[in-house]
């Protein structure tokens, strides 16, 4: 399997799931993006069936000629059909990828002229209510500052506690495990003496 394939397909499945959770979270830039990679993604993944439909085509031509050659008895009629199948189906192959190539383009630029219409609105909506928009910012912005706060006071009361439990833990690891631990000592010690004197 060609891996713009396998590419092709994540990125449609990542495109997709970006593309939901910026529409239920309402942020369209997010959804664009998403249906933007969706549609990449499904470009890219026709281009990887194509190359695969040729790839499999020249084996089957590749076959046939060595099993031409090996078999000489078999006529070269069988031959040729065997070559001009193989060939057809990558031609097949080819003028299915050019043909949906032009309908993933025409999602592409649909997809981009939703987007664009609806940053429009956003944008014209954001003005024609400043007022709204800044008090959402400023609930957003004083939910964080509290729940910072609170973190950081709670960082604060309990960090001997944290120290503590964290010694514990790695004493009971390297009791456990001391090859381990020795092994992880030494990697991260090369990889300090790598960054204070570089390679070279």
């Known amino acids: 399997m060609d891996k713009d394939r396998i590419t092709g397909a994540a990125k ?17 830039k997010t959804e664009l993006e998403g249906r933007f990679h969706e549609a990449s993604g499904k470009g890219q993944s026709t281009v990887g069936q ?3 439909a040729v790839r499999d085509a020249a084996g089957n031509a590749s076959q046939a000629a060595k099993d031409a050659f090996n078999n000489p008895g078999a006529s070269a009629g069988q031959a040729k059909d065997a070559v001009r199948g193989a060939a057809g189906s990558a031609a097949g192959a080819a003028k299915d990828a050019y043909d949906n190539a032009g309908s993933y383009a025409g999602q592409a630029k649909e ?17 024609n209510n400043p007022d709204r928009y800044v008090g959402q910012a400023k609930d957003a912005v004083q939910s964080a500052a509290s729940v910072a706060t609170d973190y950081a006071q709670d960082a604060y009361n309990n960090s001997g506690q944290y120290i503590r439990q964290g010694s514990d833990v790695v004493a009971q690891q390297v009791e456990e495990n001391p090859l381990v631990a020795l092994l992880i000592a ?4 090369y990889g300090l003496a790598l960054l204070i004197h570089g390679r070279g």
């Not at 997809?111 to 003005?127: H, L």
């Not at 030494?186 to 010690?189: I, L, W």
């Open 12 to 28: 449609e499945v990542g495109g997709k799931v970006q593309g939901a959770a910026g529409n239920l979270t309402g942020d369209h």
């Open 50 to 52: 194509a190359k695969d």
């Open 111 to 127: 997809t981009v002229r939703n987007a664009a219409s609806s940053a429009a609105e956003t944008a014209k909506d954001a003005y």
């Open 186 to 189: 030494g990697a991260v010690g």
